[in-house]
């Protein structure tokens, strides 16, 4: 599903690289968090999966597409079998939530009978289909979360990327989107998710990958946020 | 992409947009309309020497009494002189360019002078023996009125061989003086069209910029998401060209046709017709044009 190896990223004007030969591998239908302070390449890497960057030397591989070789004008068509949900939630202020959620779904043309269906059924999914004619200025931080999540899932992408989905968020709200999350990736769809969240890492327990400094130091199952054959907090974690 | 769709986000572009859009609209009203100018200014003329260069002839005037001694020493042309002229008119030489010709003695241009000169006391000094006795000349081409100069300049009993197009020629320099600086005016305006067309669309494309960023997310491929913005440009300056169209078309109508040609009965000027050619080019050109500028503006704003 992703397959990165050797990946290094310098970004212009920085001697020190933003990744320094990350390698990973993720398999369809897993949920993976990916953890680290910030600047410890979380975001460099989640741009990697989304083809907005590619790395300065090794390779990434995501859905079987080489990314570094993938021809520009593939990239849309390469991004349509992605989600992806911000902490900033970043709807469109002047249209309402079903339009919102009807609006990725047009843009790539897919056919009116196809989004008559599938924006009620995925409105529905994230509870928010009594709130279809509402604009997001009306809406709490996490049914816009939700209504950013339904966008993102449309489509019906292969690969869901959630960057610091719950960040702007209270924990019970928080609660109900990782709930939801949990039912996307048991629908099939892989998620890879970026947060700095403990409770939420630690509760759940799935996969966990740290950076730190743009390297891999931690790639465990089932873990949580703190390591759990030492029981320290990650030495990147800043209070 | 659906164009509906493309239609609706160019629209609320547009909207968004108001008084750089209206903008756009003036500059390329105003610049086009100068190009239908110009070119009308190239009809004009081309329709006058189509009339004129018909009807204009070479005269070849004979000597009379009061011609200056340079070109006549000898006074009032002979008979001899202008049966010599004659001859050399009807020769197999010059006949062949010649289409037609006549012999105006003193007493024909004179009543001709009276007549043109009826309101004038002129006419009352004038005797018929001061009028030059002339041949006048019609040339199957118009272009080869030299061969009628160069054949009787400076022959015996001819005072002067006068080609009427040399009175037209300095009327069509001076329209064509007028056609050019429209053109330049057009040029210059086109220009700035241009930059406000791309200005415009770079502002549009600020103000969308986070609808560009989800169209992105959401994998809308480049030319979806590039569409509505060119199509904006497009409208507007289409609009822009649309009213030039109307503008020159009336300039036309009610200026030349209405005005011009019912002072000016004896001109022929343009008309409907010729502002019907001049008008699709208009637009085809501001259509045209404003899409090039959109989309090279897009571009360089808007990488996808």
């Given amino acids: 599903m992703i397959t990165i190896q050797q990946a290094v990223k310098t970004y212009k004007g920085s001697d020190e690289p933003a990744l320094k030969s990350v390698s990973l591998q993720v398999e369809r239908g897993e949920f993976v968090f990916l953890v680290g302070a910030s600047g410890s390449g979380k975001s460099t890497l989640m741009r990697m999966v989304l083809r907005e960057d590619v790395p300065t030397t090794g390779s990434i591989h995501v859905l079987g597409e080489d990314l570094i070789n993938l021809a520009s004008r593939r990239v849309p068509i390469f991004r349509r079998r992605l989600g992806v949900v911000f ?20 843009v790539i043309g897919k056919p009116r009978a196809f989004i008559e269906t599938a924006v009620p059924d995925v409105l529905s999914l994230v509870g928010l289909s009594e709130k279809a004619k509402r604009m997001p200025s009306e809406l709490s931080g996490g049914e816009q979360q939700r209504v950013a999540l339904a966008r993102a899932i449309v489509n019906k992408p292969d690969i869901l990327l959630a960057d610091e989905p719950t960040g702007n968020l209270d924990p019970k709200t928080s609660g109900e989107i990782m709930d939801l999350l949990q039912r996307i990736n048991l629908g099939g769809t892989t998620v890879l998710m970026a947060t700095h969240d403990r409770g939420i890492v630690d509760r759940l327990q799935k996969r966990v990958i740290e950076l730190k400094n743009g390297e891999i130091v931690r790639d465990a199952a089932a873990a949580g946020y703190r390591d759990v054959n030492t029981g320290e907090l990650p030495k990147s974690e800043e209070f | 992409m659906k164009v509906l769709f493309a239609l609706s986000e160019s629209w609320a572009g547009i909207r968004s947009n108001v008084s750089m859009v209206i ?17 009308l200014l190239q009809l004009q003329i081309n329709e006058m020497k189509n009339y004129w260069y018909d009807r204009a002839q070479v005269a070849v005037y004979m000597c009379t009494d009061v011609s200056p001694a340079a070109a006549c020493p000898t006074g009032e042309a002979s008979e001899a002189e202008i049966a010599a002229v004659d ?6 030489v010059l006949a062949p360019y010649i289409d037609q010709y006549y012999f105006e003695t003193h007493e024909q241009a004179y ?22 006795e002339a041949f006048w000349v019609n040339l199957t081409n118009p272009e080869q009125s030299a061969i009628i100069t160069e054949s009787f300049s400076g022959a015996a009993g001819v005072e002067q061989v006068r080609d009427q197009r040399g009175y037209l020629d300095s009327i069509f320099s001076f329209l064509n003086a007028g056609s050019i600086t429209a053109a330049a005016v057009a040029g210059v305006m086109l220009a700035s069209a241009l930059l406000l067309i791309s200005t415009t669309i770079r502002l549009s494309a600020f103000s969308r910029r986070r609808e560009i960023a989800i169209m992105r997310l959401v994998g809308a491929s480049n030319f979806s998401i590039r569409f509505p913005f060119v199509l904006e ?37 343009v008309g409907a017709q010729q502002a019907l050619t001049v008008v699709p080019w208009l637009i085809l050109g501001g259509v045209i044009l404003s899409a090039l500028a959109s989309s090279v503006a897009i571009r360089r704003y808007l990488k996808v």
Avoid at chain 2, 259 to 268: D, G, H, I, M, Y
Wanted: aromatic share 12%; charged share 15%.
């Fill in chain 2, 111 to 132: 009543e001709k002078f009276s007549e043109e000169f009826a309101d004038s006391t002129v006419a009352s000094y004038v005797t018929p023996e001061q009028l030059n």
């Fill in chain 2, 87 to 92: 001859a050399q008119l009807t020769s197999t």
């Fill in chain 2, 23 to 39: 903008s756009i609209i003036l500059v390329t009203f105003i610049s086009l309309s100068f190009v239908g100018i110009a070119a």
């Fill in chain 1, 87 to 106: 902490q900033d939630f970043r709807l469109l202020p002047q249209k309402n939530v079903y339009e919102n959620v009807a609006y990725s779904s047009k």
């Fill in chain 2, 233 to 269: 440009g497009v409208i507007a300056a289409t609009l822009g060209a649309v009213l030039s169209a109307i503008a020159v078309y009336a300039a036309v109508e009610l200026l030349v046709q209405d005005f011009l040609a019912v002072r000016l009965p004896f001109t022929s000027f």
